[in-house]
T-cell receptor, first 111, second 114 residues
Framework: AQRVTQPEKLLSVFKGAPVELKCNYSYSGSPELFWYVQYSRQRLQLLLRHISRESIKGFTADLNKGETSFHLKKPFAQEEDSAMYYCAPPAGGTSYGKLTFGQGTILTVHP | DGGITQSPKYLFRKEGQNVTLSCEQN?????MYWYRQDPGQGLRLIYY???????QKGDIAEGYSVSREKKESFPLTVTSAQKNPTAFYLC?????????????FGSGTRLTVV
């Protein structure tokens, strides 16, 4: 089955500490993955996509085909990073429909 | 500004009533989706539509219905058959033709059964 999983529902770190939000996938074909973020009282928004290989708000994510993972990392967490994070397959194209989001990870960054 | 508009922001429903949540987009996206967000359960897909006049059930379609008469609009009706309708509902859209696309989300509707 094609699936995206996030093993951690909750993750707490202190400000300035490194943070890694885990995402694993089981896919047939070439995997394409995204990270979305939902800050308090804001709409869910795209954070980054693996194709662009961008660094957004200090976050990066590398697709590791050997480990079938797409973990989200930031070397120094900030309090404003506290949010819900979702890992997800692409919408539309060849992977639309029932491919759904990971379960989400709530990140709390303590002062 | 291009985007997705969901209305209303808050909705209260009496038990046994049907209610309809509105979702409109002006992004010219072909595909639209409805998700339900519950604490501790992430996002669960209710229905999706890739083209006008066509839609498919997601993982939790029971007790819900949709229509897609216009490209811009994808309303969701929560029927009295939905056993636990109190939740936060998110509408999304995406392009579909070629390439790999992300979702654009609305700001959500919080439905409460009273």
């Amino acid at each position: 089955a094609q699936r995206v999983t996030q093993p951690e529902k909750l993750l707490s770190v202190f400000k300035g500490a490194p943070v890694e939000l885990k995402c694993n996938y089981s896919y047939s074909g070439s995997p394409e993955l995204f990270w979305y973020v939902q800050y308090s009282r804001q709409r869910l928004q795209l954070l980054l996509r693996h194709i662009s290989r961008e660094s957004i708000k200090g976050f990066t994510a590398d697709l590791n085909k050997g480990e079938t993972s797409f973990h989200l990392k930031k070397p120094f967490a900030q309090e404003e990073d506290s949010a819900m994070y979702y890992c997800a397959p692409p919408a539309g194209g060849t992977s639309y429909g029932k491919l759904t989001f990971g379960q989400g990870t709530i990140l709390t960054v303590h002062p | 500004d291009g985007g997705i508009t969901q209305s209303p922001k808050y909705l209260f429903r009496k038990e046994g009533q049907n209610v309809t949540l509105s979702c409109e987009q002006n992004l010219n996206h072909d595909a639209m989706y409805w998700y339900r967000q519950d604490p501790g359960q992430g996002l669960r897909l209710i229905y999706y539509s890739q083209i006008v006049n066509d839609f498919q059930k997601g993982d939790i379609a029971e007790g819900y219905s949709v229509s897609r008469e216009k490209k811009e609009s994808f309303p969701l009706t929560v029927t009295s058959a939905q056993k636990n309708p109190t939740a936060f509902y998110l509408c999304a859209s995406s392009a579909t033709s070629g390439g790999s696309y992300g979702y654009t989300f609305g700001s959500g509707t919080r439905l409460t059964v009273v």
